[in-house]
């Protein structure tokens, strides 16, 4: 397991974030829109309808959406095989609150009780570089 494939998953987790927050921002604005049209003079009328284009880009986003959450899935399935074969309990640890938990380097620290953030990053970079 390199470190580029480890922060892809970061990254495609992210993502996948970005496009719940993207879909649900959408489907909150809703399909049918509507609009007033002027008929004469004192008369209007309320026209409404179905925003195909937001409606197909909802579905496009929907799909996008679940092909990354699969990839995600399987890479986490990986990721979780490779943590349970570090044999030292504090890499183990250090592997599952960063990519497991998504957390950042500071959070860690403090969860680890180490006295620098740079501590855990260190022992993780090391352990990748001697296990290439």
């Known amino acids: 397991m390199t470190k580029e494939v480890l922060e892809q998953y970061i990254d495609l987790q992210k993502e996948i974030a970005d496009l ?10 809703g399909i049918i829109v509507a609009d007033v049209v002027q008929n004469g003079y004192k008369r209007h009328a309320v026209v409404k309808g ?3 284009v937001r409606l197909d880009k909802i579905d496009t986003l929907i799909e996008i959406y679940k092909q990354r959450k699969e990839k995600a899935l399987k890479q986490e399935v990986e990721i979780a095989n490779f943590i349970t074969s570090i ?4 890499l183990r640890q250090i592997f599952e ?3 497991i938990d998504g957390l950042d380097w500071y ?3 403090i969860l680890m009780g180490f006295k620098h953030e740079d501590t855990a990053r260190k022992r993780h970079d ?3 570089e001697k296990n290439k």
């Open 20 to 29: 719940e927050k993207k879909i649900k921002k959408l489907e909150k604005q």
């Open 50 to 52: 179905v925003d195909y």
């Open 87 to 90: 044999s030292d309990t504090k």
């Open 97 to 99: 609150y960063r990519y």
């Open 107 to 109: 959070k860690i620290q």
């Open 126 to 128: 090391r352990f990748l």
